[in-house]
């Protein structure tokens, strides 16, 4: 899809599409924006929204809200790939997961 289509039906203009899609934006997308892109690009309800909120936090209380949410993703039994895919290890799932005692996620 281009972004003469994404700008026609969201009805937002295509250079400040642009400043967005390159992290170039003065102020951060509107909700309304964001739940727009999601319906027009077929994301999850909420899913732009939710990374949007996590990156307008500050980084000491990011860092925590996601340590806690890996925290209780372990104690609930959480898969090793979605909380590797959620967070800023999701490189780690493109390498073989054979011989998974020896590997160890980078220190933070």
């Known amino acids: 899809m281009t972004l003469d289509e994404v700008a026609r039906r969201t009805n937002y203009s295509k250079p400040y599409l642009s400043t967005v899609e ?8 509107s909700n309304d924006l964001l739940a727009k892109l999601e319906t027009v690009l077929g994301f999850d309800s909420g899913l732009l929204l939710r990374i ?13 809200f996601e340590d806690a949410q ?5 104690q609930e039994g959480g ?10 290890y999701d490189h780690l799932l493109e390498a073989p997961m054979e011989n998974t005692e020896s590997r160890r996620l980078p220190a933070s």
Not at 22 to 29: A, E
Not at 79 to 88: F, P, Y
């Open 22 to 29: 390159t992290g170039k934006v003065r102020n951060p997308p």
């Open 79 to 88: 898969d090793l790939r979605e909380l590797l895919a959620s967070s800023d």
């Open 52 to 64: 949007a909120h996590l990156e307008r936090m500050p980084a000491d209380i990011r860092k925590a």
């Open 70 to 74: 890996a925290e209780k993703a372990v």
